[in-house]
């Protein structure tokens, strides 16, 4: 990712009051990533209910019924996560700037949301074209979850990365 | 044999040192134990919410249950699985780790509260099977799974840090 964004801004990223306050204190990182876990349940566990269903394997109620009334749980999920993972970035952004894991969390993030709101669209529902996209979805959101593990060990397929 | 000698055993068995001086095994067995975390909790968190009366008031609770409790029953095994290699990979260090003691305390707890659940409460479903509110029992096995569900995450969370070789230096 130092290809895609000049290094000054990781540096001014790491020296913004947010990120000298969480790389100060010696909990700081760690709450933020147990608020980044309990985000993981609510968001994944919201997604993968869904998305099974949309492949006939989950509920038995209609897919879209099911997403109305799981959305609030995935958002305050997917809130959480973003309010925990923003301020991680921050913290240590140089050494986020050189990780390929990070780079490849980033990449399935984005396919993730794309296919997700593909999904929703409506227009694939009970199509085989659906299935396929909701199994590539729940794919994509179970990578962002491994190589989000990456991060920390720099490893992703047993090969280190950093 | 006392258990901490039993500890003190695993923990020079070859498995154990495999699985703690490899680059590989202890990285990838966190990440399955990740994503059996979003499986096992993702989905045992809806029967929980339906329960309470907070999410999918209107499905049957027999829908809820039956449908998503193979799943959860699958997370919990990779759980399971998971848990059990990183724990043989650091014996000695997890069993004197304080919250790693109280996150094994709870989990038999969220077993007793799933087997009072299937014994005592989900026995007559049939009277409350379409009732947005079930009966108290029902609602109080739903607030006790959630309660302990997220204390043994973020219990979980921090053993990882307590257990860290770089905090027990400083310590």
Known sequence: MNHLLPQSFFHWCVNTPLARLISQSMWGFAVLETVHLIGLTLLLGSIFVVNLTVLGWGMRQPAARLVRQVTPWALAGFLLMIGSGVP???????????????????????????????????????????????GLALLCWFGVAYAG?????????GTGAG | MSLLALVRWLNETSLSIYLRES???????????????????????WVDLR??????????????????????GFGFTVMMGSGLLLFLGKPETYYTTAVFRVKMLLLPLAGVNVWFFHRKVYTSVARWDEKAVVPWQGRLVGWVSIALWMTIIVLGRWTAYFADELFRRAK
Request: charged letters at 15%; aromatic letters at 8%; hydrophobic letters at 55%.
């Open chain 1, 88 to 134: 991680m970035f921050l913290s240590a952004a140089v050494t986020y700037s050189g990780s390929i894991p990070f780079v490849i969390k980033m990449a399935l993030l984005l396919s993730a949301i794309a296919l997700q709101f593909t999904i929703h669209a409506g227009r694939y529902a009970g199509s085989a074209v659906g299935k396929v996209t909701a």
């Open chain 1, 149 to 157: 593990r990456g991060i920390a060990f720099e490893v992703l397929f």
């Open chain 2, 23 to 45: 680059e590989v095994a202890f990285p990838l067995t966190e990440a399955v134990h990740l994503l059996g975390l979003a499986i096992s909790v993702g989905t045992v968190m």
């Open chain 2, 51 to 72: 329960l309470m009366g907070i999410c999918m008031r209107g499905e049957r609770v027999t829908d809820v249950v039956s449908r998503l409790e193979p799943w959860a």
